[in-house]
T-cell receptor
Framework: AQSVSQHNHHVILSEAASLELGCNYS??????LFWYVQYPGQHLQLLLK??????LVKGIKGFEAEFIKSKFSFNLRKPSVQWSDTAEYFC?????????????FGQGTELSVKP | DTEVTQTPKHLVMGMTNKKSLKCEQH?????MYWYKQKAKKPPELMFV???????INESVPSRFSPECPNSSLLNLHLHALQPEDSALYLC????????????FGQGTRLTVV
């Protein structure tokens, strides 16, 4: 079955530390990949997306992610986190038309940034 | 306008009540979705509508009944719910049901008493 795995359940960092959140998916077909963020009490917002082309994609708020097809991975990075980055981060995979456009989410990583 | 609007924001209902959740988007998107999210868990897909037709039902109990009156509106009718159905219900839309990104609404926080 298709699945998305996020390696870290809860990450605690100090401000200015670097961030890397892992995401792996299991699906052999063509996928589109997303990172969503959910700030406390707010709705899911798109951070960045990969459809095709350059495997290094840049998103909002200084986030970037790298798609490594051979590793089925799409890790999220940020060189220097801020207190305002405290949120829940979800990796998601869209399986495309043949799967009815299903968007499957990983379990989420809670990021806490200490000021 | 990149908003998906959901009403109400909060809903408390008894197990014998009938209520409806509403979702609206004006982005011209042709796919709309209902997700259920429990605390500290990822959203779980419930239904997908593509071009106003139900294309996916993820084995959701019949006490949840979706409806898509037109391309901008999506409803979720609720009847005889259980306390374990208490959750955040999220609506989303995308350009189509293929690879395009999904835009999410703020959700309806549902409590079943």
């Amino acid at each position: 079955a298709q699945s998305v795995s996020q390696h870290n359940h809860h990450v605690i960092l100090s401000e200015a530390a670097s961030l890397e959140l892992g995401c792996n998916y299991s699906y052999g077909g063509t996928v589109n990949l997303f990172w969503y963020v959910q700030y406390p009490g707010q709705h899911l917002q798109l951070l960045l997306k990969y459809f095709s082309g350059d495997p290094l994609v840049k998103g909002i708020k200084g986030f970037e992610a790298e798609f490594i097809k051979s590793k089925f991975s799409f890790n999220l990075r940020k060189p220097s986190v801020q207190w305002s980055d405290t949120a829940e981060y979800f990796c998601a995979v869209n399986l495309g038309y043949n799967q009815g456009g299903k968007l499957i989410f990983g379990q989420g990583t809670e990021l806490s940034v200490k000021p | 306008d990149t908003e998906v609007t959901q009403t109400p924001k909060h809903l408390v209902m008894g197990m014998t009540n009938k209520k409806s959740l509403k979702c609206e988007q004006h982005m011209g998107h042709r796919a709309m979705y209902w997700y259920k999210q429990k605390a500290k868990k990822p959203p779980e897909l419930m239904f997908v509508y593509s071009y106003e037709k139900l294309s996916i039902n993820e084995s959701v109990p019949s006490r949840f009944s979706p409806e898509c009156p037109n391309s901008s509106l999506l409803n979720l009718h609720l009847h005889a719910l259980q306390p374990e159905d208490s959750a955040l219900y999220l609506c989303a839309s995308s350009q189509d049901h293929g690879y395009s990104e999904a835009f999410f609404g703020q959700g309806t926080r549902l409590t079943v008493v």
